[in-house]
């Protein structure tokens, strides 16, 4: 199995640990990654104010991939929704595709809707297999309590994702722990947003955003929370100690990426996964399972 | 919240919207308000509305939509698209109105910021020598600091609509 790794702009520069883990399971997984030193960011943060360089800038790494004849795995889930929603467009929309392939001819490019984009969740899920998986395990999570949050771009908007998972009831995430060993733990506010958009227009709105789901774990009486992807883990860990603050709470809840997850039922340690990055500690978990 | 004022409608921007042929049916929208039901950010604020945003776009409300703060407090969650019992593509065309807004000028500094380190270096963020030395440390590639090729791309393009 070989991808090019779509790391976008925050994972390698803010969240090294959740590239870090899916790196070291890939690796046990026989999933080979390529890295292309050209990929720029996904697009994303230009689509609420220019669309079309939003599209041309996705078109391009979307062309990069193809180039070399290669599928693209993607970490983070807004980078996944602006890459596959740009190739549903652009296979969908015939002058959409000659307009961008225009600007693309430019830097000596075209784009011909050659490679697919997965978010590595869903190559777990489909390609790797969940049998494989569980033949991966090598420590015994039976007991760690995993509250998962899905986030937005993951699974929407659903017209671009070809019915992978449901988004009104995903169970993609919790299938792929299921076969790691953990306990999934159901919860109210499963499907809500983390806020993490509305940061740049209203930090105090986002924070209370991300806040409504931490009170609702912290009574549900989880271990950590699980999750795919940097915008999400923002809200949730970085800014767990000042959403704290913020409102005279006290949740310590660490929050561990899906790979951080998988990699300690395949036994892994905590530098492997990046573990000593993660902004609440997960030291007491570690102790717990012996890592 | 102001009473609405029907007289400061533009059908223009009805039109304007529907034009983008994905984003038309929008006039179908039954007021059930199921949108604003699920919305996150409606949990937490009465300032963000979005069947309020959908109404004001079917009486083709321009000012208020694209000079007021409230499409910029969308979540991007696409939660009230999935809702939406006429398949209206709320998300989608909010989104695209916060680009009408920006054409408009009505841009958060956050997001005008990014757009420029974008256009600047094709990245959020710059990947310098330290952050280098620290990949390398925990094993990972290095990357080069800025993507030159997608700065090249975003800056000849024709045609583009200046704001400045």
Same mark, same amino acid.
């Not at chain 1, 190739?87 to 600007?103: G, I, S």
């Not at chain 1, 771009?153 to 009831?169: A, R, T, V």
């Not at chain 1, 209370?208 to 883990?233: H, Q, T, Y």
């Given at each position: 199995m070989i991808y090019s790794l779509f790391l976008g702009c925050t994972i390698p520069a803010r969240s090294r640990n959740y590239e870090i883990s899916a790196r070291a399971i890939a690796s046990r997984l026989d999933?080979?990654?390529?890295?292309?030193?050209?990929?720029? @960011? &996904?697009?994303?943060?230009?689509?609420?104010?220019?669309?079309?360089?939003?599209?041309?800038?996705?078109?391009?790494? #979307? &062309? /990069? %991939?193809?180039?070399?004849?290669?599928?693209?795995? $993607?970490? @983070?889930?807004? &980078?996944?929704?602006?890459? +596959?929603?740009?190739?549903?467009?652009?296979?969908?929309?015939?002058?959409?595709?000659?307009?961008?392939?225009?600007?693309?001819?430019? $830097?000596?490019?075209?784009?011909?809707?050659?490679?697919?984009?997965?978010?590595?969740?869903?190559?777990?899920?489909?390609?790797?297999?969940?049998?494989?998986?569980? =033949?991966?395990?090598?420590?015994? /999570? +039976?007991?760690?309590?995993?509250? +998962?949050?899905?986030?937005?771009?993951?699974?929407?908007?659903?017209?671009?994702?070809?019915?992978?998972?449901?988004?009104?009831?995903?169970?993609?995430?919790?299938?792929? #722990?299921?076969? %790691?060993? $953990?306990?999934?733990?159901?919860?109210?506010?499963?499907?809500? @947003? &983390?806020?993490?958009?509305?940061?740049?227009?209203?930090?105090?709105?986002?924070?209370?955003?991300?806040?409504?789901?931490?009170?609702?774990?912290?009574?549900?009486?989880?271990? @950590?929370?699980?999750? $795919?992807?940097?915008?999400?883990?923002?809200?949730?860990?970085?800014?767990?100690?000042?959403?704290?603050?913020?409102?005279?709470?006290?949740?310590?809840?660490?929050? /561990?990426?899906?790979?951080?997850?998988?990699?300690?039922?395949?036994?892994?340690?905590?530098?492997?996964?990046?573990? =000593?990055?993660?902004?609440?500690?997960?030291?007491?978990?570690?102790?717990?399972?012996?890592? | 919240m102001k009473r609405i004022n029907v007289r400061e409608s533009d059908p223009g921007l009805v039109e304007e919207v529907e034009s983008e042929e994905f984003l038309s049916g929008f006039r179908g929208c039954l007021g059930c308000g199921t949108c604003s039901a699920g919305c996150p950010v409606r949990r937490v604020t009465t300032a963000y509305d979005p069947m309020r945003i959908m109404r004001m776009l079917v009486l083709g409300l321009r000012q208020e939509l694209l000079k007021g703060d409230m499409i910029w407090l969308c979540s991007d969650c696409y939660t009230c698209q999935e809702n939406c019992p006429m398949d209206i593509k709320i998300t989608d065309i909010i989104n695209h109105l916060k680009n009408l807004a920006t054409q408009e000028r009505n841009i958060p500094l956050g997001v005008s910021t990014q757009e420029k380190l974008l256009k600047d270096q094709g990245k959020i963020y710059v990947i310098d020598e330290f952050d280098n030395k620290k990949r390398s440390k925990a094993g990972l590639p290095p990357l080069p600091a800025i993507a030159e090729e997608a700065r090249t791309l975003l800056a000849k393009r024709e045609g583009r609509h200046k704001r400045e």
């Open positions: 999933i080979e990654f390529v890295d292309i030193d050209e990929f720029s @960011c &996904c697009g994303f943060p230009l689509e609420a104010s220019d669309e079309k360089g939003a599209v041309l800038l996705a078109a391009r790494n #979307l &062309c /990069l %991939a193809e180039e070399r004849g290669l599928d693209i795995c $993607v970490l @983070c889930s807004a &980078c996944a929704s602006m890459l +596959t929603k740009t190739a549903y467009h652009l296979k969908e929309n015939r002058e959409l595709r000659d307009e961008v392939n225009k600007e693309l001819s430019k $830097v000596g490019k075209e784009y011909k809707g050659t490679s697919k984009v997965k978010h590595f969740a869903r190559i777990l899920l489909e390609d790797v297999g969940l049998e494989r998986i569980k =033949n991966e395990v090598r420590r015994d /999570l +039976t007991g760690l309590r995993v509250a +998962t949050h899905y986030g937005c771009h993951y699974l929407k908007p659903s017209y671009i994702y070809e019915g992978f998972d449901d988004p009104q009831d995903p169970q993609s995430l919790e299938l792929i #722990l299921d076969a %790691a060993g $953990v306990t999934n733990i159901q919860y109210r506010h499963k499907k809500l @947003c &983390c806020g993490g958009p509305v940061l740049l227009t209203d930090e105090e709105l986002a924070l209370s955003i991300a806040r409504e789901k931490l009170v609702c774990l912290k009574d549900a009486g989880i271990d @950590c929370m699980n999750l $795919v992807c940097p915008f999400c883990d923002l809200m949730y860990d970085s800014n767990q100690k000042g959403i704290e603050a913020k409102f005279g709470e006290e949740y310590n809840m660490p929050v /561990l990426y899906l790979p951080q997850i998988i990699g300690l039922a395949m036994g892994m340690g905590r530098k492997e996964l990046g573990l =000593n990055l993660n902004s609440v500690s997960t030291k007491e978990l570690e102790a717990r399972f012996e890592v | -």
